[in-house]
Nanobody, 121 residues
Framework: QVQLVESGGFVQAGGSLRLSCAAS????????MGWFRQAPGKEREFVAT????????QYADFAKGRFTISKQNVEGIGTLQMDGLNPEDTAIYFC???????????????WGQGTQVTVSS
């Protein structure tokens, strides 16, 4: 089992926020750590993913150029740096761990509880 705990926050439009995801348990089984988000009234969508022991990564189109995903796998921490935030980025953000570096939810076996990110206008 892998346990994931996210931390998020509140920021004003145009600001930046760094999300963290602390992984514990059988972290050696993680191949990829991904981030997803779910805005009010919308389905959950892919944000970004990174290979846990390699250098592969992938971003959703809306995240390219604004968000940066990284990891400190020895410490078991994944991060999502978000810059240039706007109110449309308001959502619950989830980190997830899986065995494939991909953008589909079914590729991720373990999920955090989610953290609220609110961007005020």
């Amino acid at each position: 089992q892998v346990q994931l705990v996210e931390s998020g926050g509140f920021v004003q439009a145009g600001g930046s926020l760094r999300l963290s995801c602390a992984a514990s348990g059988r972290t050696f089984s993680i191949v990829a750590m991904g981030w997803f988000r779910q805005a009010p009234g919308k389905e959950r969508e892919f944000v970004a993913t990174i290979s846990w022991f390699g250098n592969a990564f992938q971003y959703a189109d809306f995240a390219k150029g604004r968000f940066t995903i990284s990891k400190q796998n020895v410490e078991g921490i994944g991060t999502l740096q978000m810059d240039g935030l706007n109110p449309e980025d308001t959502a619950i953000y989830f980190c997830a761990a899986g065995e494939v570096v991909g953008s589909a939810e079914y590729e991720y076996k373990y999920w955090g509880q989610g953290t609220q990110v609110t961007v005020s206008s």
